[in-house]
C-alpha cells in the first residue's frame, strides 16, 4: 500500500493516552454508549494529546478474541474476554476492536488510528486491529482511505482491518536483535 508507509510514521509531537472520562455527547457515532460501558470488561477510551496538549482526537477499544458484528455482541465478547484474562496474567483478548473514532481537531482522526497502528503493533498480546464500524459511506471512505481493508459488511454494521504483519525490513531488524542479544548475555 504506497500510503500507508508515508502514514505511519512516527510524529513524536502527538501522544496517545488512556481516558477514564469522556464527554459522550461528543461522540458522532455512538453517543449513546456511557463512559461505564466504555471503560469495563476489557474496554477502553483512548485520546490523542496533540503539540498543544489538547486532546485532538478520540478513540474508544474492545478487546476480544474474536470479531464481533453488533455493539451487543462486542460487548459480550469483550466481557468473555476480560473474564478469561484473569487465567492469562491480565492480557484480554488478542483483538483490537476501534467501535468509534473522532476527531475535535482536524487531522486528528488520521492521527489517531497512526498512533492505535503503532501501540497494537508493539503490542505482545494483540495480534489484530479490526473496526466495527457503522453501515455509512463516511466509515467506508475513513477506513480505506487510512490502508485498511473491508473485512466483511454485516446487517448493521461493517468491518474493517488493518495490517499490523511486520514488514520485510521490521522482521530481519528483529532477527538481529535477538542474535546481537544471545551473544551479548
Known sequence: MPGVRKMFTKD???KLVQLDNIDVKKDPVRPELSVKFRTSHGR????????????????????????????????QLSKEAHMSSVHRAGIQGSIAIAYTVWAQKRGGGRKIVNEVYKMVKKSNNLNRLVTLSPLTDMARRFHLANGAKELQVNETSQNFEYDIELEQWEKVLERAKKLFTKKVT
Open 12 to 14: 513524536p509531537k502527538y
Open 44 to 75: 477502553k477510551i483512548y485520546g490523542l494529546r496533540d503539540p498543544e496538549g489538547d486532546i485532538c482526537a478520540v478513540m474508544c477499544f474492545a478487546f476480544t478474541d474474536e470479531v464481533p458484528t453488533t455493539v451487543e455482541e462486542m460487548e
